[in-house]
Structures are given as structure tokens and as C-alpha cells.
């Protein structure tokens, strides 16, 4: 897929001995047990049989696709329903998420947490991001197969940071583990209008790495509204939702060059 490339959207299955339906089945039992937690409460009205149903059709193509593409090392169905279904979907639990909106996930991946969002929140308009040619293309396809309405684009964010189109249009930056969280500021803030959020996915030893953003913060525009600690069901550990308001136009400088913000962060 050519880089610069927007794609508006099956797999090999996992051997012999994988049967997409019983998958199916048995991750829907975990992910209704997880979602039964009251954490999730304020999410009920946008789950609804049809839209897990599509979730789960969604994860069964991540787990085919993982013996060639390598997408995850998550792919038993009670782990993929919490580690990454459940998971995924705390990120609209901070911030602010307008109807409508534009939003970005960048480092998507296998396509936690952006098409998850895409398919509980279909009124959105999710970009799904990734520099990786292979997992972009696995994600188009999966995108189309199953008519989300979602876009998929092969690229760097210190590049899209500069792109018309791109830079200060979205209302939701996500991010899901992808770097420390001074780097994540200089590749999220320049996509977010000002107004917008910027939503880091951390673990729970995520203290240190807030300390060191306040220059990236002050530089970029942007402030910590708050943090929001969650505990994952089904005891899958503990989560940090960073939520980031953007209160300013972030410099013109920035993003720097590819590569730049991870070897020389703004701390």
C-alpha cells in the first residue's frame, strides 16, 4: 500500500484446528461477563447485540490474520475480550468524544483501540494510523469486509503533523501504547484542533512519565484535564487514561523530522 495513501475499506484462518464460530461464540461469553462491570456502565447504550456482534466478527479476522502478520501476542478469546475489546473501549471514558467527530488513532495496530471506537461509536469519523505497510493493509481490508466506517493511512505522525488536512483538524487524538508519553505529545497535539483531546492509553506506572511532559506540554499547547485509573474486569490489571486538552495552536517547528521526537524528547 503506497505511504500517503487514504483507504476507505479474508483472512487465512489459524490452522486447522481454529474454528471461527466457536471462537466467536466463546469470546462474546467473556466479553458480556467483562462488560458487566459497572465500569462500563456508561457505555450500555452504545453496545448493543448487533455492535458486539460486529466486534466480535472483527476480532476473530485479527486473530486469523495474526499467523502471517504477527498483529498481537493476545489471542485467547477471554484475553482478547478484556486486553483489548475491553481495553480499548476505556478510552472513551475520558475526554471529550463530540458527536461527529474527527478522531485519530496513531500506532493502530491490529486496530486497538480505533476500530473498536469505529464500530461502538459509528457516528465518528475514525482515521486508523500506522507506519507499518502490512498491518495498514490488514487493516483496510478488514475495514471494508466489514463495512466500517472507518479510513485507514499508511504514515509517520511527525509527517501527517504537517500535512494539511491533517495537522489541528481532529477533536480525539487516541494513542495505545506505542511511546513514552513526552514523544506521544509532539506526534498527537499537532493533529488536534484546539479544543481537542488527546487521549494516552498508559499502564499504571504512568507517574514518572507525566512528571517528565511538562516542557512537551508547555511547548505543544496542551494540558492535563485529568487522569482517570481504571481497573480492568475480569482481573486484567490496571489502566491510566492521560487525558490532554489542547489549550493553544502547537508551534509551527513542530512535529520535528521522523525520528526526532523519540531520540531527542522534549523533556
Given at each position: 500500500?503506497?505511504?500517503?495513501?487514504?483507504?476507505?475499506?479474508?483472512?487465512?484462518?489459524?490452522?486447522?484446528?481454529?474454528?471461527?464460530?466457536?471462537?466467536?461464540?466463546?469470546?462474546?461469553?467473556?466479553?458480556?461477563?467483562?462488560?458487566?462491570?459497572?465500569?462500563?456502565?456508561?457505555?450500555?447504550?452504545?453496545?448493543?447485540?448487533?455492535v458486539k456482534e460486529r466486534i466480535a466478527r472483527f476480532v476473530v479476522e485479527v486473530v486469523q490474520a495474526n499467523q502471517r502478520l504477527n498483529l498481537t501476542a493476545i489471542?485467547?478469546?477471554?484475553?482478547?475480550?478484556?486486553?483489548?475489546?475491553?481495553?480499548?473501549?476505556?478510552?472513551?471514558?475520558?475526554?471529550?468524544?463530540?458527536?461527529?467527530?474527527?478522531?485519530?488513532?496513531?500506532?493502530?495496530?491490529?486496530?486497538?483501540?480505533?476500530?473498536?471506537?469505529?464500530?461502538?461509536?459509528?457516528?465518528?469519523?475514525?482515521?486508523?494510523?500506522?507506519?507499518?505497510?502490512?498491518?495498514?493493509?490488514?487493516?483496510?481490508?478488514?475495514?471494508?469486509?466489514?463495512?466500517?466506517?472507518?479510513?485507514?493511512?499508511?504514515?509517520?505522525?511527525?509527517?501527517?503533523?504537517?500535512?494539511?488536512?491533517?495537522?489541528?483538524?481532529?477533536?480525539?487524538?487516541?494513542?495505545?501504547?506505542?511511546?513514552?508519553?513526552?514523544?506521544?505529545?509532539?506526534?498527537?497535539?499537532?493533529?488536534?484542533?484546539?479544543?481537542?483531546?488527546?487521549?494516552?492509553?498508559?499502564?499504571?506506572?504512568?507517574?514518572?512519565?507525566?512528571?517528565?511532559?511538562?516542557?512537551?506540554?508547555?511547548?505543544?499547547?496542551?494540558?492535563?484535564?485529568?487522569?482517570?485509573?481504571?481497573?480492568?474486569?475480569?482481573?486484567?490489571?490496571?489502566?491510566?487514561?492521560?487525558?490532554?486538552?489542547?489549550?493553544?495552536?502547537?508551534?509551527?517547528?513542530?512535529?520535528?523530522?521522523?525520528?526526532?521526537?523519540?531520540?531527542?524528547?522534549?523533556?
Amino acid at each position: 500500500m503506497a505511504e500517503g495513501r487514504e483507504h476507505h475499506a479474508s483472512s487465512p484462518g489459524c490452522g486447522s484446528g481454529f474454528d471461527p464460530p466457536s471462537y466467536a461464540a466463546e469470546f462474546s461469553r467473556w466479553l458480556d461477563q467483562a462488560l458487566a462491570d459497572p465500569v462500563f456502565s456508561p457505555l450500555a447504550s452504545l453496545l448493543a447485540p448487533d455492535v458486539k456482534e460486529r466486534i466480535a466478527r472483527f476480532v476473530v479476522e485479527v486473530v486469523q490474520a495474526n499467523q502471517r502478520l504477527n498483529l498481537t501476542a493476545i489471542t485467547g478469546a477471554r484475553e482478547a475480550a478484556v486486553k483489548h475489546v475491553c481495553d480499548s473501549l476505556t478510552c472513551l471514558l475520558a475526554g471529550q468524544w463530540p458527536r461527529g467527530g474527527a478522531v485519530c488513532d496513531l500506532g493502530s495496530g491490529g486496530g486497538f483501540p480505533g476500530m473498536v471506537v469505529a464500530l461502538a461509536r459509528p457516528d465518528l469519523r475514525v482515521r486508523l494510523v500506522d507506519a507499518a505497510g502490512k498491518k495498514v493493509a490488514f487493516l483496510a481490508s478488514v475495514v471494508e469486509k466489514l463495512g466500517v466506517g472507518a479510513s485507514v493511512r499508511h504514515g509517520r505522525a511527525e509527517e501527517l503533523g504537517k500535512e494539511p488536512g491533517w495537522r489541528e483538524e481532529h477533536d480525539v487524538v487516541v494513542a495505545r501504547a506505542v511511546a513514552p508519553l513526552a514523544v506521544l505529545l509532539e506526534y498527537a497535539l499537532p493533529l488536534c484542533r484546539v479544543g481537542g483531546w488527546f487521549i494516552a492509553m498508559k499502564g499504571p506506572d504512568y507517574q514518572d512519565e507525566l512528571a517528565a511532559s511538562r516542557k512537551a506540554l508547555e511547548i505543544l499547547g496542551g494540558r492535563v484535564d485529568h487522569v482517570r485509573e481504571i481497573r480492568l474486569p475480569l482481573d486484567a490489571g490496571r489502566r491510566a487514561l492521560i487525558a490532554v486538552e489542547k489549550e493553544r495552536p502547537t508551534p509551527a517547528s513542530y512535529p520535528r523530522r521522523p525520528g526526532i521526537p523519540s531520540r531527542r524528547p522534549l523533556v
